[in-house]
């Protein structure tokens, strides 16, 4: 897959949070419709299989929920909180506010996620789900950054592949601020050429 750069034609469009100024990177209609083919694959895959969908809050929620619309599966749906990022930097260190409350033991696992960085949050998190036996374990992630990547994590289901900027909106964050706008922007910064 080609790392995805916005079309010519992407109005100049910024947000600005806190000091922090934004550029529009992935319009709306352009994950909705990537989601879809993927949404596709999904449900193929997992036919009559009634997946335990976990979800990687608060991140991944509205993929979560697009996805669950745009393929209609059936499976249940359960939620983690694993927090590893402060501001615009990865701390590291992964912590666990909240776990998911369902049995794994024998059961296909599909792991819907926000963006791998790094790769330490899933590192961490798909390790530990092995130790209870699972039948089956993939991951859906709607954003991959490929030279940020640290730990040997393989997404089964993948949006796109961005560079290493760090980005919000759709779900994703800068200080609990931006999960709500349905566009991806990214960090305008002078040094990485973007103005
Ligand atoms: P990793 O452990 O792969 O380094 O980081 C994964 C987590 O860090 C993601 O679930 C997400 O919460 C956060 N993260 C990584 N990159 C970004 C980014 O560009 N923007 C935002 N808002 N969060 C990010």
Same mark, same amino acid.
């Given at each position: ?8 034609n992407?109005?100049? #469009? ?7 100024? @934004? ?5 709306? $209609?352009? %994950? #909705?419709?990537?989601?879809? =083919? ?7 895959? +997992?036919?009559? !299989? ?12 509205? @993929? ?12 249940? %749906?359960? @939620?983690?909180?694993?927090?590893? +990022?402060?501001?615009?930097v990865?701390? /590291? ?5 909240m776990?998911?409350a369902?049995? =794994?033991?024998?059961?296909d ?5 926000d %963006? ?15 130790? #209870?036996?699972?039948?089956?374990i ?27 900027? @760090?980005?919000? /909106?759709?779900g994703?964050? +800068?200080?609990?601020? /931006?999960? /709500?706008?349905?566009?991806? +922007? $990214? ?7 973007? !103005?």
């Amino acid at each position: 897959m080609q790392t995805f750069h916005p079309p010519a034609n992407l109005p100049t #469009q910024y947000v600005k949070m806190g000091e922090l100024r @934004f550029r529009l990177f992935i319009p709306d $209609q352009t %994950i #909705q419709d990537r989601i879809k =083919v993927l949404s596709d694959q999904i449900k193929k895959d +997992y036919a009559g !299989k009634n997946p335990l969908i976990i979800c990687v809050l608060k991140g991944a929620i509205l @993929f979560l929920s697009d996805l669950m619309k745009a393929s209609e599966i059936e499976g249940q %749906i359960d @939620f983690v909180r694993l927090t590893s +990022y402060e501001g615009t930097v990865s701390t /590291g260190n992964v912590t666990e506010g909240m776990s998911a409350a369902s049995n =794994v033991k024998d059961r296909d696992v599909l792991i819907v996620e926000d %963006i791998v960085d790094t790769g330490n949050t899933l590192n961490y998190y798909i390790k530990k789900l092995k130790e #209870q036996e699972p039948k089956s374990i993939k991951l859906a992630a709607l954003l991959l950054k490929p030279e940020a990547l640290k730990f040997p994590i393989e997404v089964d289901y993948l949006g796109f592949k961005i560079p290493n900027f @760090f980005v919000v /909106g759709y779900g994703l964050d +800068y200080n609990e601020e /931006g999960r /709500g706008f349905r566009d991806i +922007y $990214q960090l305008d910064l002078p040094d990485v050429g973007l !103005k």
